[in-house]
């Protein structure tokens, strides 16, 4: 297929440049991660989430203007229904170099191969815990073999670099930063370690006593193993420091410790279609709206991607335990 030419890419008032989708296909999920939703969060009704179609007409508009990454998330993307389907025509979209997903792994084992043949590229896995009990206490809902037994069925379907992504709280599973490294390594796997960030209140826990900052998951590291420092980034939030003699690189995302904004690559879209310009600011455009009012309409919906582009704020505003400043939960996001 031919490769359409480019368009000028889609520059922020920053200068940022803007390479990097992440498409929330769904607010559903099957766990109540302590962190992320309560057990009682209620959910966009279907009319309101955009259709397969939708986000195959925005998320080719980006490409369009430039983004060569799209990241599937969610909720929990392989809850909705097809969502393989539209990952096949999503990694199809001429001038888009990665698709790839994240997911909780519960359903991972029965819909990796079909992953893979869609043209996934990468697969990150939550996985704060390897103890069943603990497990099901974070998640409150789920299995850790289901997940342990999808992340087995995706290297056997031929995932490399597979990354896990842990939220470590303290009094919960601090002392799991080793063995989940040890985990990884096991696997010539890669893990990020992310700061719990105050997206809507959660009612398990007081954020300020459960935080537990990466520059601690640091130091207990560096008990154990050789950090060799990278200067690899992904123009995200995470700094990676390299496992010696191993091929396991360990990210930290710390929105609190480290500011990670000047580098800011990424925009989301929620599932119903809202383009978030920063994970911690509310600053948004409605591009559902754009893609029902004017259907087809591919001109006026990359105007209104561009313009956006706008509205990008410099930076987060993240304060260790205070109140949200953030209403929307990650999985209503797009973690
Ligand atoms: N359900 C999928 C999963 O869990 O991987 C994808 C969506 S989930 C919202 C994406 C990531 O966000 C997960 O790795 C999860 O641990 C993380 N997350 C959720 N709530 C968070 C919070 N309040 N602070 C930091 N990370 C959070
Ligand atoms: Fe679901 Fe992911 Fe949120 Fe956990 S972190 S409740 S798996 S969306």
Same mark, same amino acid.
């Given at each position: 297929m031919q490769v359409p030419a480019?368009?000028?890419?889609?520059? =922020?008032?920053?200068?940022?440049?803007?390479?990097?989708?992440?498409?929330?296909?769904? =607010?559903?999920?099957?766990?109540?991660?302590?962190?992320?939703?309560?057990? =009682?969060?209620?959910?966009?009704?279907?009319?309101?989430?955009?259709?397969?179609?939708?986000?195959?007409?925005?998320?080719?508009?980006?490409?369009?203007?430039?983004?060569?990454?799209?990241?599937?998330?969610?909720?929990?993307?392989?809850?909705?229904?097809?969502?393989?389907?539209?990952?096949?025509?999503?990694?199809?979209?001429?001038?888009? =170099?990665?698709?790839?997903?994240t997911t909780n792994g519960s359903q991972l084992a029965r819909h990796a191969?079909?992953?893979?043949?869609?043209?996934?590229?990468?697969?990150?896995?939550?996985?704060? /815990?390897?103890?069943?009990?603990?497990?099901?206490?974070?998640?409150?809902?789920?299995?850790?073999?289901?997940?342990?037994?999808?992340?087995?069925? &995706?290297?056997? &379907?031929?995932?490399?670099?597979?990354?896990?992504n842990s939220v470590i709280l303290e009094n919960r599973n601090e002392d799991e930063v080793v063995p989940l490294v040890r985990y990884a390594i096991a696997r010539g796997m890669d893990i990020a370690f992310i700061e719990e960030m105050p997206l809507g209140e959660v009612s398990d826990h007081d954020r300020a006593e459960s935080f537990y900052s990466n520059d601690r998951i640091r130091a207990d590291l560096e008990r154990t193993f050789e950090l060799v420092p990278t200067l690899e980034t992904t123009g995200g939030p995470s700094r990676y420091v390299r496992i010696a003699g191993t091929a396991t690189r360990v990210g930290f995302i710390s929105p609190h410790s480290h500011n990670f904004c000047g580098d800011c690559n990424?925009?989301?879209?929620?599932?119903?279609?809202?383009?978030?310009l920063c994970l911690g600011q509310e600053h948004s455009a409605d591009l559902r709206e754009v893609v029902r009012t004017h259907p087809g309409d591919t001109v006026r919906l990359e105007? &209104?991607?561009?313009?956006?582009?706008?509205?990008?704020?410099?930076?987060?505003?993240?304060?260790?335990?205070?109140?949200?400043?953030?209403?929307?939960?990650?999985?209503? /996001?797009?973690?």
């Open positions: 480019r368009r000028p890419g889609l520059i =922020d008032r920053y200068g940022r440049e803007i390479t990097y989708l992440r498409i929330s296909v769904t =607010d559903r999920c099957d766990y109540r991660c302590v962190y992320c939703m309560d057990p =009682d969060t209620r959910f966009v009704p279907r009319s309101q989430v955009l259709s397969f179609e939708e986000v195959l007409t925005i998320g080719a508009a980006f490409v369009r203007l430039g983004v060569s990454k799209i990241r599937v998330t969610g909720g929990e993307p392989l809850m909705r229904k097809d969502i393989v389907s539209l990952l096949g025509r999503l990694s199809k979209l001429p001038g888009l =170099d990665e698709l790839v997903l191969a079909g992953l893979k043949a869609a043209g996934v590229r990468r697969l990150n896995v939550s996985l704060d /815990t390897l103890d069943a009990a603990r497990f099901r206490a974070i998640t409150r809902t789920g299995d850790l073999a289901d997940v342990l037994d999808g992340i087995e069925t &995706a290297r056997a &379907a031929g995932f490399e670099r597979m990354k896990i990424r925009v989301r879209l929620t599932a119903e279609g809202r383009l978030l105007a &209104a991607i561009r313009a956006a582009m706008d509205l990008k704020p410099h930076g987060h505003d993240f304060v260790v335990g205070a109140k949200p400043l953030i209403f929307r939960r990650m999985n209503a /996001t797009g973690g």
